[in-house]
């Protein structure tokens, strides 16, 4: 069993771009091929050192597959566990994505 959440459409457009320009111009690349994807970007204040005086800010992201429901005005939409974290995770996830969409093109050729 997957872990859902319920959106809106206002809760949607939010769930398609992201801050990162690089991530962000993957996750275009990776909605081409597979458009019920969501991803949703949160930051954390994390302090190195003595109290607060180094501060860095970490991004994480979860990334979800949209269902659309069927009384057409809610949406749900499946948290991929395996593809939320680190940049790099989303990434990774989010190739291989577009690998997999060119390597069926390419074999209907």
């Known amino acids: 069993m997957g872990i859902y959440i319920y959106l809106t459409e206002q809760e949607k457009p939010l769930m398609k771009k992201v801050q990162c320009a690089e991530l962000n111009e993957l996750f275009k690349e ?3 091929y ?3 994807l969501l991803i949703y970007e ?3 204040e994390v302090n190195y050192g003595f109290l607060w005086l180094k501060t ?3 991004y994480f992201y979860d ?3 949209e269902h659309p429901d069927f009384n057409g005005g809610t949406y749900q939409a499946r948290l991929q ?3 939320s974290g680190s940049k790099e ?3 990774a996830y ?3 994505i577009i690998n997999h969409a060119l390597y069926i093109l390419n074999q209907n050729k």
């Open 30 to 32: 990776a909605l081409f």
């Open 34 to 36: 597979l458009p019920t």
């Open 42 to 44: 949160k930051c954390r």
């Open 56 to 58: 860095k800010y970490e």
């Open 63 to 65: 990334v979800y597959h």
């Open 81 to 83: 566990l395996s593809a």
């Open 89 to 91: 995770r989303v990434s």
């Open 94 to 96: 989010l190739y291989g």
